[in-house]
């Protein structure tokens, strides 16, 4: 991965990681730094980035996860969705690219993203997972 997929970013109250699946996650973080909602700094970004014009249309998806909620933005051809959620969620570059509620209860963020690069996909590639408490834990899984 040539971007940063993971970031932890704000402080006190407003402490949460930024997740996505590509380099619109770096101006997200630098909007929820500055003082943007999480909904704000996902929509501008997403909205100025917009899909990937590849083969595949690429959905960007991203989110601000805190401790008490997360905020889940997806960009792709025919929408722009951005959703406050405040239970685990997956999210799938092609598989699932809407925000849905996924039943699992992750105690670290290495377990999140295991849990999720386990989950029955086409082609898993990697996961990321974040849990946030009194501090928020990054993790990434790739199956080696």
């Not at 630098?30 to 943007?36: A, I, L, W």
């Not at 970004?45 to 917009?50: C, G, S, T, V």
Request: with cysteine; hydrophobic share 40%.
């Amino acid at each position: 991965v040539s971007y940063n997929c993971a970031r932890t970013v704000g402080d006190g109250d407003r402490r949460a990681a930024v997740i996505g699946n590509g380099s619109h996650v770096d101006p997200i973080a630098e909007k929820y730094d500055r003082g943007y909602p999480p909904r704000d700094a996902l929509v501008d970004a997403l909205h100025a980035l917009d899909f990937e014009k590849d083969d595949y249309d690429t959905p960007r998806i991203a989110a601000v996860v805190g401790r008490r909620a997360a905020t889940v933005g997806i960009v792709r051809r025919d929408a722009l969705l951005v959703r406050v959620v405040d239970e685990p969620h997956l999210v799938a570059t092609y598989e699932r690219d809407s925000p849905d509620p996924y039943g699992f209860e992750p105690t670290t963020a290495s377990a999140a993203a295991k849990t999720a690069l386990a989950a029955d996909f086409e082609h898993p590639v990697c996961a990321a997972g974040v849990h946030v408490g009194d501090s928020v834990g990054l993790a990434t899984e790739n199956g080696d």
